[in-house]
């Protein structure tokens, strides 16, 4: 029976040793998948833990956050542009989120660099107006 207290039970060593000996499950060999189950089973004995102990359900879904309301306006700096960028993550692919932030607090950036930003304000922008939260 999970009791709640596994952060003192199951530690981040025990862990990556158990994921490591599962991964075998994935052999191609019977032999080595039976081996694995079994050392899996008896590693959690040794603790005294059981499978009730480890798997458990996950828990119910975070409550998103509200957030403070949003509007696009015309930022003059890269790094004011890159941040409010940067306030629509839903728009931006990773990639994009990363040149952002790397933006923020910087005073010059390249002509390379402006290109890209000034398409990810138009891009970002465009979405604003679009969900009503542009100027």
């Given at each position: 029976m999970p009791d709640g207290n596994l952060g003192t039970r199951?530690?981040?060593?025990?862990?990556d040793k158990l994921v490591k000996v599962l991964g075998m499950l994935g052999s191609a060999y019977d032999g080595e998948i039976a081996a694995a189950g079994r050392r899996a089973h008896s590693?959690?004995?040794a603790e005294?833990?059981?499978?009730?102990d480890v798997i458990v359900p996950a828990g119910p879904a975070p409550q998103q956050q509200s957030r403070a309301p949003r509007r696009w306006r015309r930022a003059t700096?890269?790094?004011?542009?890159?941040?409010l960028c940067l306030q629509w993550p839903e728009v931006l692919t990773d990639w994009e989120t990363d040149f952002c932030r790397s933006l923020v607090g910087r005073r010059r950036i390249s002509a390379k660099q402006t290109v890209v930003l000034e398409r990810l304000a138009r891009k970002v922008e465009a979405f604003a107006r679009a969900t009503g939260?542009?100027?």
């Open positions: 199951l530690t981040p060593a025990f862990a590693m959690l004995k005294g833990l059981t499978w009730s700096s890269p790094s004011d542009i890159a941040a939260e542009g100027t």
